[in-house]
């Protein structure tokens, strides 16, 4: 399974070229297990992968707001 910056390189790699270097289950894995950690460390419950709804997913704008006030510190 893929983490972290092999991950990301893989997710890049198949924006520049269109193709996937992996299977699309493999990445939605990788991401499903993200999630569940960052509920397990909110709820401090054991988080099962099959127990993730379809609402427990990653809000883009929410991230880009928290991002921008944090490293630009809402300059831009």
Known sequence: ???GPILIAKF???LKTGKSPLPLTEFLEA???QLA???A??????IYL???GYNKGFDGKAFT???????WKGKY
């Open 1 to 3: 399974m893929l983490q």
């Open 12 to 14: 890049h790699e198949m």
């Open 31 to 33: 991401v499903k297990i």
């Open 37 to 39: 950690a960052k509920e």
């Open 41 to 46: 460390r909110q709820t401090g419950k054991t």
């Open 50 to 52: 099959e127990d993730l």
């Open 65 to 71: 707001e928290q991002y921008r006030m944090n490293k």
